[in-house]
């Protein structure tokens, strides 16, 4: 599977059950639409999302659970219940939260990743910084990726993606490294593999909408602002 993702595209196709887009059939098609683009693997929220993906495009799917416990500041795939579910469905990896923030129902990170290794599950670490993808590492992940440097309050809070901490994780770690988290543009990606990603995961760029659109509009209303001309009939 990772000789499959090196120097590869890898698309986040997710949509909450807020969004206009949310529905295991929706996001097939869009799954489908990404592997037609040359996506290699597909990154799925849940197990009606995970199967119809699967069965849509034949790639490899990353499966997480974004779930809330009362609370609790972790939320992707925070506890073993979730890693069931995902392991039932199919995921051919499991994404998770691997900050050392505490979890619900009594677990911890080190039972976690034990639990999914006595499983034979591949394991993809969610981090924030380059202390807890060291401490990842050292729990036996197969990877760690950078989707939630900025999502922490003590990761840098940053617009752009952390290319300092591809950088530094690639160089520091044996295991692959990838980069994911604010990717906007296929220049984005680019720089992140030159800074030693494994491979690259986008999402909101590629499978939201609502969030692309809401960049073009803001960077236009900004433009007509400092033109003078809000408000013009033209």
């Known amino acids: ?28 098609q869009m799954a489908k639409a990404a592997k ?10 849940g197990p009606e999302d995970i199967r119809a993906i699967k069965a849509a495009t034949g790639l490899p799917v990353i499966g997480i659970i974004k779930r809330d416990y009362d609370g609790c500041e972790v939320y992707i795939t925070p506890t073993s219940r979730e890693v069931d579910e995902l392991a039932e469905a199919g995921a051919d990896m499991i994404a998770f939260d691997a900050t050392r923030r505490p979890r619900p129902c009594g677990e911890t990170l080190e039972g976690l990743t034990a639990y999914m290794k006595s ?4 394991m993809m670490a969610d981090i924030s910084t380059l202390e807890e993808a060291e401490y990842a590492a050292s729990l036996g992940v197969d990877c760690v990726s950078t989707t939630l440097s900025g999502y922490t309050p003590y990761s840098p809070q940053q617009e752009e993606p952390d ?27 680019v720089q992140a593999m030159a ?15 609502q969030v692309v659109t809401a960049r073009y509009a803001e960077l236009i209303r900004k433009a007509g602002n400092a ?7 033209l």
Not at 119 to 122: H, L, N, S, T
Not at 166 to 187: N, Y
């Open 1 to 28: 599977m990772f000789e499959q993702l090196r120097g590869r595209l890898i698309v986040s196709c997710q949509a909450l059950a807020d969004e206009p887009l949310h529905g295991a059939s929706t996001m097939a």
């Open 36 to 45: 037609q683009g040359g996506a290699a693997a597909i990154r799925a929220n």
């Open 119 to 122: 499983r034979g599950i591949r």
């Open 163 to 189: 290319f300092a901490l591809i950088r530094r994780a690639a160089d520091r770690l044996t295991l692959p490294v990838l980069a994911e988290g604010r990717i906007f543009s296929p220049e984005e990606a």
């Open 195 to 209: 800074e030693g990603a494994y491979a690259v995961v986008v999402g909101s760029a590629i499978t939201r909408p």
């Open 227 to 233: 033109d003078g001309r809000e408000g013009s009939d």
